[in-house]
């Protein structure tokens, strides 16, 4: 298991909720800012009396921390313990990145920021249901490398309807134009409950998907960026820890409504509403809404699962040799690992399926 802590705080407020977002996150409830960071601060010092271990990374994100200002969130930044050297990143929406923001994060302790980017063509971000002026992303990215970030990440998306192989091509030229450290790309994918899952005409398309991220990688690879994890990307040293920390199953503790938290074995999360995580937490009780006990066997197939999708991929064994030869176009051997091919990221779910359960 990962030796570090990880610590992720959800701020669950949206200007607008996109289209495709099942995220728990609200567009009505800006009032309880206030009250809902107070609980953020009262959760965290309970849970550092507590004993919680120093970080070794801290994830702020949401919904839209950039929302917030800047001042308040640090203060709950301020509330956790870090170790030497820990990774803190902040989610930020483009539209609300100012220079005096990225000052504040940077002089507060946040070392990393992550840009929800997403397209930069017009009437992409529109088929997604996003707000943003593409302008704020080259902007956003400016006032991030003058307050002192070293490294940062771009987030984008493809497979919206209306999105042409030219499109996304002007997506991803303008972004490694940025010189970005870490590209996370995802595929499209419609969710339960969001305005994109009733409309069928307008759902992503498997062929079209895939040329796609072919051509990200393709013009990662060209830019010094190393395919880590299926979907993401990074320059040598600049691999998200956070992300690693998840990768490897880590113990991690979870602030905020909707939030998850994993120690050795046993996850747990947060009720969803701030209203009611905010009730529970000044009342003096746990905002736990659920939680389930993995045991040995599903814990080490979630950790092939997760495992096989990286760089590292899995050891040797984790396929049977039947498989592993109809199966040769998707895996190789690498140092004693079993590593996905390029064609392999494409089909990863199904390869997945066949890992062996009993090794
Ligand atoms: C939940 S958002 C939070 C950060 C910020 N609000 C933003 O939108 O960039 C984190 C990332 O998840 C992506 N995401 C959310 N739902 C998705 C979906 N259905 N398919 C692909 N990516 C999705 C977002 O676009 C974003 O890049
Ligand atoms: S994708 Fe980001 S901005 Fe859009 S609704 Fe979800 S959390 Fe909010």
């Known amino acids: 298991m990962h030796p570090g802590f990880g610590v992720y705080i959800h701020i669950p407020f949206c200007a607008k909720k996109c289209d495709y977002?099942?995220?728990?996150?609200?567009?009505?409830?800006?009032?309880?800012?206030?009250?809902?960071?107070?609980?953020?601060?009262?959760?965290?010092?309970?849970?550092?009396?507590?004993?919680?271990?120093?970080?070794?990374?801290?994830?702020?994100?949401?919904?839209?921390?950039?929302?917030?200002?800047?001042?308040?969130?640090?203060?709950?930044?301020?509330?956790?313990?870090?170790?030497?050297?820990?990774?803190?990143?902040?989610?930020?929406?483009?539209?609300?990145?100012?220079?005096?923001?990225?000052?504040?994060?940077?002089?507060?302790?946040v070392n990393r920021v992550s840009i929800g980017v997403q397209s930069t063509v017009e009437h992409v971000l529109g088929s997604l249901g996003r707000t943003h002026d593409p302008e704020n992303v080259q902007r956003s990215v400016r006032f991030a490398k003058e307050a002192g970030f070293e490294t940062f990440n771009l987030d984008i998306i493809y497979g919206a309807a209306g999105e042409t192989l030219d499109d996304w091509s002007k997506t991803l030229i303008d972004v490694v134009a940025l010189d970005p450290p870490h590209v996370s790309a995802y595929g499209l994918t419609v969710e339960a409950n969001t305005v994109l899952a009733t409309q069928p005409d307008r759902h992503p398309d498997d062929d079209d998907q895939a040329d796609k991220y072919l051509l990200c990688d393709d013009m990662m690879s060209s830019h010094g960026l190393n395919n880590y994890e299926i979907s993401n990307w990074a320059k040598s040293g600049h691999e998200c820890k956070h992300n690693s920390l998840y990768w490897q199953q880590g113990n991690y503790e979870g602030f905020g409504s909707a939030a998850h938290a994993h120690l050795n074995g046993r996850r747990w999360w947060n009720v969803r509403t701030p209203e009611r995580y905010i009730e529970l937490v000044n009342a003096g009780e746990s905002p736990e809404s659920s939680s389930e006990t993995l045991?040995?066997?599903?814990?080490?197939?979630?950790?092939?699962?997760?495992?096989?999708?990286?760089?590292?991929?899995?050891?040797?064994?984790?396929?049977?040799?039947?498989?592993?030869?109809?199966?040769?176009?998707?895996?190789?051997?690498q140092n004693d690992r079993i590593v996905l091919t390029r064609s392999g990221r494409l089909l990863a779910n199904e390869v997945a399926l066949r890992l062996i359960d009993e090794i």
């Open 21 to 109: 977002c099942a995220f728990a996150t609200f567009t009505d409830r800006h009032q309880l800012t206030s009250d809902y960071l107070g609980a953020l601060r009262t959760h965290i010092q309970r849970s550092v009396a507590n004993q919680m271990p120093k970080a070794t990374s801290v994830f702020i994100g949401g919904g839209t921390p950039t929302l917030v200002p800047a001042d308040e969130l640090m203060s709950v930044l301020a509330e956790i313990p870090l170790a030497s050297g820990a990774e803190v990143t902040v989610e930020c929406n483009p539209d609300d990145v100012t220079a005096e923001m990225m000052r504040t994060f940077r002089s507060s302790g």
């Open 295 to 333: 045991d040995a066997k599903t814990s080490k197939r979630e950790m092939l699962q997760l495992l096989v999708r990286t760089r590292e991929g899995v050891p040797l064994g984790s396929f049977s040799d039947a498989d592993l030869e109809e199966m040769s176009e998707l895996l190789e051997c």
